[in-house]
């Protein structure tokens, strides 16, 4: 689950192709959409332990479970918000949508994990064209005059999703059912088919906007690149601990190599998914380097926590939904007031700040894990990680576009959107390992993250060092892109007065 900074692709040029009187079904639509990719991005991680108890899957399969959809949709996305420009967006979104629903019955039926796997890449696949189109699509329908309000209704209708979708799902999971995870990707069917319905009966098609030849090469390089680098961190099939060196080294160097391609090509592509005279600014490659050490911290923790809780706590799946709903219920209500302040104090202070706060809500966590509270404990160091974010979100945002040209404003949104699914992608990654070697050296009795019959004593404070080592090293990284907040993050308004 990532909150992510920014929209994704250019607000698409207006056409006055839709009749006033068809727009709302672009906004439905639009909001459908984005509400299949959140339910599905914070419940898996809740729904983890029911899988493995389901399909009988290993650490290392669940981190692909999510992984394959990551490294799809962050390799990809770029260059599915293209597609829309060249394609036509109508047709674009509902390709991309009819493609995440197909692999989404898959993912219901599947039979064992490398089934789950391969459709959970397909959903990827499906989000990465899916997810940059219900926003463009929704600027390309509007005038200027009704667009802040239409794109208002869709970011609250995203967040209310967002908030609510993992305490039903985890109302869902509480059945008891171990199957009863399927709904959660049997659901997208009635609802990607309500989109579908309104956008292809009841929307005209818009033409293509650009005719300029999409970065498949660059696609190709970013995804191969990315899958080393992950499976090189992930360790071999089955194993518990750390991947050893060999591992890492085997698969971590071509990793690197197809990624000092990848920016070799980007760099002489006349039309790139990643232009890299973006990072030329120091403002721009800081603020994606706050974005990437904080949205690697954020998923590990969201990924991890869920799973420490449920199989090491014994907490029903219903009451972990609920840890979700202090960062979505903070962004939603505080975006907005620190989005205005950005102008006054520039996006250092409120960066900084948030990254700091965010920081000390891990170590709280890590500090007081083995106490076993969480209505005293973990859901209050939640909400101070909440209230960080909510601090970080849209001062961020503004750092990135304030970056960058006007005309490369699309572009910059773009990448960081991508860098923070990147970075969820590398974390989910990197940190199973280390929760294992954690729990294996604390003398767990199975594998962290197992489900139980019956939880153990031995079992649960092995889960809690493996999640404490997990939050220490979130918190560090937190305090790092703190530090980085602070001295490369422009301190004052750009233009030196306050609005």
Same mark, same amino acid.
């Given at each position: 689950?990532?909150f992510?900074?920014?929209?994704?692709?250019?607000?698409?040029?207006?056409?006055?192709?839709?009749?006033?009187?068809?727009?709302r079904?672009?906004l439905?639509?639009?909001?459908?959409?984005?509400?299949?990719?959140?339910?599905?991005?914070?419940?898996?991680?809740?729904a983890?332990?029911?899988?493995?108890?389901?399909?009988?899957?290993?650490?290392t399969?669940?981190?692909w @479970?999510?992984?394959a959809?990551?490294?799809?949709?962050? !390799?990809?996305? *770029?260059?599915?918000g293209? !597609?829309?420009?060249?394609?036509?967006?109508?047709r674009?979104f509902?390709?991309?949508?009819?493609?995440?629903?197909?692999?989404? @019955?898959?993912?219901? +039926?599947?039979?064992?994990?490398?089934?789950?796997?391969?459709?959970?890449?397909?959903?990827?696949?499906?989000a990465?064209?899916?997810?940059?189109?219900?926003l463009?699509?929704?600027?390309?329908?509007?005038?200027?005059?009704? $667009?802040?309000?239409?794109?208002?209704?869709? =970011?609250?209708s995203?967040?209310? &999703?967002t =908030?609510?979708?993992?305490?039903l799902?985890?109302? +869902?999971?509480s059945?008891?059912n171990?199957?009863?995870? $399927? *709904? @959660?990707?049997?659901?997208?069917?009635?609802?990607?088919?309500?989109?579908l319905?309104?956008?292809?009966? /009841?929307?005209p098609?818009?033409?293509?906007?650009?005719?300029a030849?999409l970065d498949r090469?660059g696609?190709?390089?970013? #995804?191969?690149?990315?899958?080393?680098?992950?499976?090189?961190?992930t360790?071999?099939?089955g194993?518990?601990g750390?991947?050893? *060196?060999?591992?890492?080294l085997?698969?971590?160097?071509?990793?690197?190599?197809?990624?000092?391609?990848?920016?070799?090509?980007?760099?002489?592509?006349?039309?790139?998914m990643?232009?890299?005279? *973006?990072?030329?600014?120091?403002?721009?490659?800081?603020?994606n380097?706050?974005?990437?050490?904080l949205? +690697?911290?954020?998923?590990?923790?969201?990924f991890?926590?869920?799973m420490a809780?449920? #199989?090491?706590w014994?907490?029903?799946?219903?009451?972990?939904?609920?840890?979700?709903?202090?960062?979505?219920?903070?962004?939603?209500?505080?975006?907005? #007031?620190?989005? /205005?302040?950005?102008s006054?104090?520039?996006?250092?202070?409120?960066?900084?700040?948030g990254?700091?706060?965010?920081?000390?809500?891990?170590? !709280?966590?890590?500090?007081?894990f083995?106490?076993?509270?969480?209505?005293?404990?973990?859901?209050?160091?939640?909400?101070? &990680?909440?209230?960080? &974010?909510a601090m970080?979100?849209?001062p961020?945002?503004?750092?990135? &576009?304030?970056? !960058?040209?006007?005309?490369?404003s699309?572009?910059?949104?773009? @990448?960081?959107?991508?860098?923070?699914?990147?970075?969820?992608?590398?974390?989910?990654?990197?940190?199973?390992?280390?929760?294992?070697?954690?729990?294996l050296?604390?003398?767990g009795?199975?594998?962290?993250?197992?489900?139980?019959?019956?939880?153990e004593?031995?079992?649960?404070? =092995? #889960?809690?060092?493996?999640?404490v080592a997990?939050?220490?090293i979130?918190?560090?990284l937190?305090?790092?892109?703190? =530090?980085?907040?602070?001295?490369?993050l422009?301190? /004052?308004?750009?233009?030196?007065?306050?609005?």
């Amino acid at each position: 689950m990532a909150f992510t900074v920014s929209a994704g692709p250019p607000p698409a040029q207006y056409q006055d192709y839709c009749p006033k009187n068809r727009r709302r079904f672009v906004l439905i639509a639009a909001i459908l959409a984005s509400a299949m990719g959140f339910i599905d991005g914070s419940v898996v991680s809740i729904a983890v332990p029911a899988i493995r108890q389901s399909l009988d899957a290993s650490l290392t399969q669940i981190q692909w @479970i999510n992984n394959a959809y990551m490294l799809a949709l962050s !390799a990809l996305i *770029l260059v599915g918000g293209a !597609a829309g420009d060249r394609y036509g967006l109508k047709r674009v979104f509902s390709g991309g949508i009819l493609f995440f629903v197909v692999a989404s @019955i898959v993912c219901a +039926f599947a039979v064992d994990p490398p089934m789950l796997i391969a459709a959970r890449a397909a959903q990827g696949i499906g989000a990465a064209i899916m997810v940059p189109g219900s926003l463009a699509i929704i600027s390309k329908t509007y005038p200027k005059e009704d $667009r802040a309000r239409a794109i208002g209704i869709w =970011a609250a209708s995203s967040a209310l &999703m967002t =908030a609510v979708g993992p305490v039903l799902g985890g109302a +869902f999971l509480s059945v008891g059912n171990p199957e009863i995870w $399927r *709904l @959660i990707f049997a659901i997208n069917l009635p609802i990607g088919a309500v989109a579908l319905y309104l956008l292809i009966m /009841r929307v005209p098609a818009d033409a293509p906007v650009s005719d300029a030849p999409l970065d498949r090469s660059g696609a190709v390089l970013a #995804t191969l690149a990315l899958g080393l680098v992950a499976w090189a961190l992930t360790g071999p099939e089955g194993e518990e601990g750390l991947p050893d *060196l060999s591992h890492i080294l085997f698969y971590g160097i071509p990793g690197l190599a197809a990624l000092a391609f990848f920016l070799w090509v980007e760099k002489r592509a006349s039309h790139p998914m990643m232009p890299l005279r *973006l990072f030329a600014s120091r403002e721009f490659s800081a603020a994606n380097a706050v974005t990437f050490l904080l949205y +690697f911290a954020l998923s590990a923790v969201l990924f991890y926590l869920p799973m420490a809780l449920i #199989t090491g706590w014994g907490v029903s799946e219903v009451q972990v939904g609920l840890v979700f709903l202090p960062i979505t219920v903070a962004i939603a209500a505080g975006s907005s #007031t620190f989005g /205005r302040l950005v102008s006054r104090t520039g996006p250092a202070p409120l960066i900084g700040g948030g990254c700091a706060l965010v920081a000390l809500s891990y170590g !709280a966590l890590a500090f007081g894990f083995e106490w076993h509270r969480f209505w005293w404990h973990v859901f209050p160091s939640m909400c101070v &990680m909440g209230l960080g &974010m909510a601090m970080v979100v849209a001062p961020l945002s503004a750092s990135v &576009m304030g970056a !960058a040209s006007t005309d490369d404003s699309g572009a910059a949104s773009g @990448i960081n959107n991508a860098i923070s699914r990147m970075a969820g992608l590398v974390a989910v990654a990197a940190m199973g390992g280390i929760a294992s070697a954690a729990y294996l050296q604390a003398g767990g009795p199975d594998g962290f993250g197992q489900p139980l019959e019956a939880v153990e004593a031995g079992h649960r404070l =092995a #889960t809690d060092a493996a999640f404490v080592a997990i939050a220490w090293i979130t918190a560090g990284l937190s305090a790092l892109s703190s =530090a980085i907040a602070f001295a490369y993050l422009p301190g /004052r308004p750009a233009s030196g007065n306050a609005i």
